[in-house]
Nanobody, 117 residues
């Protein structure tokens, strides 16, 4: 059973920063595309950023230039560095692992990020 455990969420003021972490179980990590998604109040879950096994990244337009996704293939962890946070970034952030051939997909339990003054 694959497990993804997120951490690092919390309350931050507008303009502040947070770093989310997602620790993955198992050696599968190195071949999976890892991603961060979020679901704001009353909204559908949306893509924030993804990173392939080779390190190629993709970002939602709303976070480009502010958020950075990275991965540590030795410690099976993916990170999301979030800078210049805005009130509209408030959401539950979910970690995702997606097999490159689409045969498996896993989600973490989510971590709350609240941006408020």
């Amino acid at each position: 059973q694959v497990q993804l455990v997120e951490s690092g969420g919390g309350l931050v003021q507008p303009g502040g920063s947070l770093r989310l972490s997602c620790a993955a179980s198992g050696t599968f990590f190195t071949i999976y595309t890892m991603g961060w998604y979020r679901q704001g109040p009353g909204k559908q879950r949306e893509l924030v950023a993804t990173i392939t096994s080779g390190g190629s990244t993709n970002y939602a337009d709303s976070v480009k230039g502010r958020f950075t996704i990275s991965r540590d293939n030795v410690n099976y962890t993916v990170y999301l560095q979030m800078n210049s946070l805005k009130v509209e970034d408030t959401a539950v952030y979910y970690c995702n692992a997606d097999h490159p051939r689409g045969v498996a997909n896993y989600w973490g339990q989510g971590t709350q990020v609240t941006v408020s003054s």
